[in-house]
């Protein structure tokens, strides 16, 4: 029997896309012939990449935007890759042009993939999307995976230089010519097609696979802590309005923050607190995936901080909140669409703060949490469950796999 070939395209490195990461872990162990074609832009995450892929069931390629050593063809050509992307960027803020390159090394990545014959491609990420659509154009059999809306996303500060007439395009043409969709939220998946028509995205949240329970009775012993994190701590992320009303907490408690940080900005975080609280938080820089779901777990309360604005922030289900679940944590979210959406169907998870700009309310919300640490407990068996029952890649896998073997089958004679 011969394998049926998929290949995953992706803008991101392995370690920094955990949905690409389980999707193509999924596929190999499966049986399928799966490789991954990403950029290479990061060399800390290039040397993490390889430790995973070396121990995945799929192969792992890449754009290069780095280049290896000061000299020669290599380095050379990511040099111009990245004047393109930067040239691009700035043709779209400037004159509003719609090129892809704006996206990320989109003529390369097509380059690359036309050179990797597959039964199945998937496109992830907002170039591999305009790859996919040229495939489409050329007979390929594509899916695509719409994770945030991508045309509706970030802040409106750095929406200058995007071509969004070009992305609003190419999510149309998706949802009416690509083999499935895929995303993240039931209320992504309704805004998308309302807005633009076509085949209704099929969810697969981004679920992890549940992690084993922390014993947690030396934590009984300390303070609760609030935990936050993301690839980058900065602003628009609901930070400063929870700084704000922190700083108005009676109850004793911790706040760790996990992700790259400038240093101007941890001033400006720590500048909304008193100084005597500094030693109440710590910040912490980025870790391996496979480090994240252990440290998450050392805390007692996930922090879901998305905004309403963009739209895409309010429709998706993020990574965190869902690893929060898994790892135990009781939630404390904001009434975002998606985060609605995951506690409806466990309202005693988590609590919602639904006045975030308003410290006095924020902050009387939490101190109600901190006082009751038998609710607390219960807060975090429910979240527990709901991983469990709901929210967990073992249930999410399944259907993955059933749309693929819908679309391309398991293997050929």
């Known amino acids: 029997m011969t394998k049926l070939t998929i290949l995953i395209i992706t803008t991101g490195h392995l370690c920094r896309s955990p949905r690409v990461l389980k999707e193509a872990t999924t596929l190999g162990n499966a049986g399928y012939d799966v490789t991954v074609?990403?950029?290479?832009?990061?060399?800390?995450?290039?040397?993490?990449?390889?430790?995973?892929?070396?121990?995945?069931?799929?192969?792992h390629?890449?754009?290069?935007?780095?280049?290896?050593?000061?000299?020669?063809?290599?380095?050379?050509?990511?040099?111009?890759?990245?004047?393109?992307?930067?040239?691009?960027?700035?043709?779209?803020?400037?004159?509003?042009?719609?090129?892809?390159?704006?996206?990320?090394?989109?003529?390369?990545?097509?380059?690359?993939?036309?050179?990797?014959p597959a039964d199945l491609t998937i496109a992830h990420n907002e170039a591999a999307h305009w790859v996919g659509l040229q495939l489409i154009a050329e007979g390929r059999t594509v899916a695509a995976d719409i994770e945030d809306w991508h045309?509706?996303?970030?802040?409106?500060?750095?929406?200058?230089?995007?071509?969004?007439?070009?992305?609003?395009?190419?999510?149309?043409?998706?949802?009416?010519?690509?083999?499935?969709?895929?995303?993240?939220?039931?209320?992504?998946?309704?805004?998308?097609?309302?807005?633009?028509?076509?085949?209704?995205?099929?969810?697969?949240t981004n679920s992890f696979p549940l992690p084993p329970l922390l014993d947690r009775s030396e934590q009984k012993q300390n303070p609760p802590s609030f935990f936050w994190f993301s690839q980058t701590i900065g602003p628009g992320r609901g930070l400063e309005p929870f700084l704000a009303a922190y700083a108005l907490v009676k109850y004793p408690s911790?706040?760790?923050?996990?992700?790259?940080?400038?240093?101007?900005?941890?001033?400006?975080?720590?500048?909304?607190?008193?100084?005597?609280?500094?030693?109440?938080?710590?910040?912490?820089p980025l870790v391996s995936p496979d480090e994240l779901p252990s440290v998450i777990a050392q805390h007692n309360i996930g922090?879901?901080?998305?905004?309403?604005?963009?739209?895409?922030?309010?429709?998706?289900?993020?990574?965190?909140?869902?690893?929060?679940?898994?790892?135990?944590?009781?939630?404390?979210?904001?009434?975002?669409?998606?985060?609605?959406?995951?506690?409806?169907?466990?309202?005693?998870?988590?609590?919602?703060?639904?006045?975030?700009d308003t410290p006095q309310q924020t902050a009387a919300a939490l101190d109600s949490l901190l006082a009751n640490p038998v609710e607390l407990h219960h807060q975090q068996q429910a979240a527990r469950r709901l991983a469990e029952t709901r929210y967990s890649w073992e249930q999410e896998a399944p259907r993955l796999l059933r749309l693929v073997e819908h679309t391309i089958g398991k293997s050929t004679g």
């Not at 990061?42 to 069931?57: F, M």
């Not at 001033?267 to 938080?281: C, D, G, K, M």
Request: positive net charge; charged residues 20%; proline residues 5%.
């Open 37 to 59: 074609l990403g950029v290479r832009n990061r060399l800390d995450s290039t040397k993490i990449d390889e430790r995973i892929a070396a121990q995945s069931p799929f192969r």
């Open 61 to 116: 390629v890449w754009v290069d935007m780095l280049g290896e050593g000061n000299f020669g063809p290599p380095r050379v050509l990511s040099l111009i890759r990245r004047g393109q992307q930067r040239l691009s960027r700035e043709l779209a803020k400037c004159l509003r042009l719609q090129s892809a390159e704006a996206l990320g090394p989109a003529a390369a990545l097509l380059r690359a993939a036309r050179k990797i």
């Open 151 to 204: 045309s509706e996303d970030l802040l409106d500060s750095e929406r200058a230089a995007r071509p969004l007439e070009l992305l609003r395009r190419n999510e149309t043409e998706l949802l009416h010519k690509a083999a499935y969709v895929t995303t993240t939220s039931e209320a992504l998946a309704e805004g998308l097609q309302n807005r633009y028509g076509g085949n209704r995205p099929t969810v697969v």
């Open 254 to 284: 911790r706040l760790t923050l996990l992700g790259q940080i400038r240093q101007s900005y941890k001033e400006q975080l720590l500048s909304l607190l008193p100084v005597a609280l500094h030693s109440r938080v710590s910040l912490h």
């Open 303 to 356: 922090l879901a901080l998305e905004q309403l604005h963009p739209l895409s922030r309010d429709l998706t289900i993020t990574n965190k909140i869902l690893q929060y679940l898994g790892a135990g944590l009781a939630i404390v979210a904001t009434p975002t669409a998606g985060q609605l959406e995951v506690l409806a169907h466990s309202p005693s998870a988590g609590i919602f703060l639904n006045q975030l």
